[in-house]
């Protein structure tokens, strides 16, 4: 799971590693920032489309699809909030590259409540050297709104980023949920701008499909320990 991600948003927020780069990281950020805001805008206006991501269960148990790839589940944790992680191909919970992790948020159950739940994981992405590039209100396709965050730490040692795209939004239940998709971006010598790259072409294709997330009936997947 993304940096702990079922330790920490089950309880507020999420947790983070080391903080990001000393070297520019004001410059990096606009950067960023100006880049997610205007591919996704361009998505937004420009494709309807289908849902991208939707989960469906299978043989082995259910499956998520997300951005043409297909995660299993990989594990579940049900100590604090309900929490399953989607691995792909021969990846684990622990060696994984992607990573899509669904939370169940009982404890949110209104608008405001939901408002409440989203700073509290943005300030603990804050406070574990989290940097929050982008953190804004969005709304789906029907005019529902949710928050929308993207989060990023630099783990030096060993040459990469993790970059969090984070949506938090109310259920059909009334029961707040989280989606995160994790995506570790390394490089033995220019992890940095390799980071940068990633988040200017792809940032809009994940919020698009984060967006279109049908989010399945939380309570039909499996509450078993792995």
């Known amino acids: 799971m993304p ?45 309807a489309g289908p849902l991208l991501m939707n989960v469906r269960a299978q043989g082995g148990g259910p499956t998520v ?12 944790n049900h ?24 939370i169940d948020r009982p404890d ?16 603990n992405y804050k406070s574990h050297s989290g940097q929050v590039l982008l953190a804004k209100t969005m709304a789906d396709s029907t005019g529902t709104p949710f928050n929308y965050l993207v989060a990023a730490f630099e783990e030096p040692a060993k040459k990469r980023y993790e970059l969090n795209f984070v949506k938090i939004a109310l259920g059909k239940s009334k029961n707040a949920y989280i ?33 279109s997330f049908a989010v399945p009936d939380l309570a039909s997947l499996p509450k078993k320990f792995f």
């Open 108 to 123: 949110a159950k209104t608008r405001p409540e939901l408002d409440r739940l989203a700073e509290g994981v943005m300030a």
């Open 65 to 76: 699809t997300l951005l043409a790839k297909t995660y299993r589940l990989g594990s579940h």
């Open 3 to 47: 940096i702990m991600l079922s330790a920490a948003i089950a309880g507020t927020g999420v947790r983070g590693s080391t903080r990001v780069s000393r070297t520019e990281p004001e410059t990096i950020k606009d950067y960023i920032m100006k880049s997610i805001l205007l591919t996704m805008l361009a998505a937004t206006l420009l494709f």
């Open 79 to 102: 100590k604090s909030n309900a929490t399953w992680e989607f691995v792909t191909g021969s990846e684990t919970v622990n060696t994984w590259s992607t990573l899509v992790t669904l």
């Open 179 to 211: 989606v995160v998709y994790g995506v570790r971006v390394a490089d033995p010598k220019e992890y940095q701008a390799k980071a940068k790259a990633f988040l200017s072409q792809q940032s809009g294709p994940i919020g698009k499909a984060l967006e």
